[in-house]
């Protein structure tokens, strides 16, 4: 795959919905919503995370089983590939004011110029999902030697208008050098570390004045990995952080039910639900980018 060639692996559906191919593998897009407990008890979509499902002859294949068969050389492409398809399948989920989290591994672009060659391809994927750049935010996942690469890619990111997401936060020294290097506007907590940690009686007190803290520094914290009611029962000791995991909604492949399961404020008044997800997707036509399979 060459560069050029990214926005030729893209195709759209009937319904306006991308898929994209590399070989024999069909990538698709999957959202899984990021939630906040409003005072009511209800719950309002503030954000979503895309997630790449993979199938090869019908078959589906496991996102980590297909990227490790990607050759080295190509996993650069592949990788934009997977962050331009879910901008553009975020934009039919008529949900505009809530945030897009897409992955990135930044040692893939650690020259100035790949940088800017990605951020132009997200800026073209954002303009033809007719989203703001202010709305994405690329989660950056550091490796033990990529830590300048990772506050190059920050600082471009920014510059441009993106926002950028941190992950395994753990507020160890560590973490916090994080903080300064990549000035995140939204952090996930490291799942294990929760876990371990919020079961200590002094936990939930010491989580609160974390919490509020990344919230007065701007920073949107999320509690990921809920799969049991204790754990949304902590969320709301701490301070309402938003919050991701089965327990609340599971992920749903483009163009997903998010626009019924989480009406806006005005829908909700006037009697829609805004409780927890459903089955029923409808479809809706976009405007096309990529070729048409249908």
Excluded at 159 to 185: K, M, S, W
């Amino acid at each position: 795959m060459t560069e050029r060639s990214i926005f030729a692996n893209l195709n759209r559906d009937a319904d306006g919905i991308a898929t994209a191919c590399y070989g024999p593998y069909t990538l698709k897009s999957a959202f899984q919503p990021i939630l906040r407990e409003t005072s009511e008890g209800m719950f309002s979509l503030e954000a979503i995370e895309g997630l790449v499902r993979v199938e090869c002859d019908g078959a589906l294949v496991a996102p980590a089983d297909f990227l490790a068969l990607v050759p080295q050389d190509d996993r650069p492409m592949v990788d934009s590939l997977c962050r331009s398809l879910h901008i553009l399948n975020a934009g039919s989920l008529c949900k505009p004011d809530a945030v897009l989290l897409v992955n990135s591994q930044p040692g893939l672009f650690r020259s100035a110029h790949a940088i800017r060659q990605e951020i132009d391809r997200m800026r073209l994927a954002a303009h033809e999902a007719a989203l703001a750049p202010s709305s994405i935010a690329c989660e950056i996942r550091e490796l033990p030697d990529d830590d300048d690469a990772a506050a190059h890619l920050s600082r471009h990111l920014h510059d441009a208008g993106f926002l950028v997401a941190i992950d395994g936060y753990a507020a160890q020294d560590g973490d916090l050098a994080r903080l300064a290097r990549l000035a995140p506007d939204l952090l996930k907590f490291d799942p294990i570390w929760v876990q371990r940690f919020g079961r200590q009686p002094t936990a939930a007190a010491l989580l609160r004045v974390i919490v509020a803290q990344l919230e007065r520094e701007g920073i949107r914290p999320i509690v990921a990995n809920i799969e049991e009611a204790w754990q949304m029962e902590l969320c709301r000791e701490i301070g309402m952080p938003l919050m991701q995991g089965y327990l609340l909604a599971r992920p749903q492949l483009a163009p997903t039910s998010f626009g019924l399961d989480f009406p806006d404020p005005d829908e909700t008044a006037m009697g829609g639900p805004a409780t927890l997800p459903n089955e029923a997707a409808p479809t809706r036509g976009r405007r096309s980018f990529g070729r048409r399979t249908g």
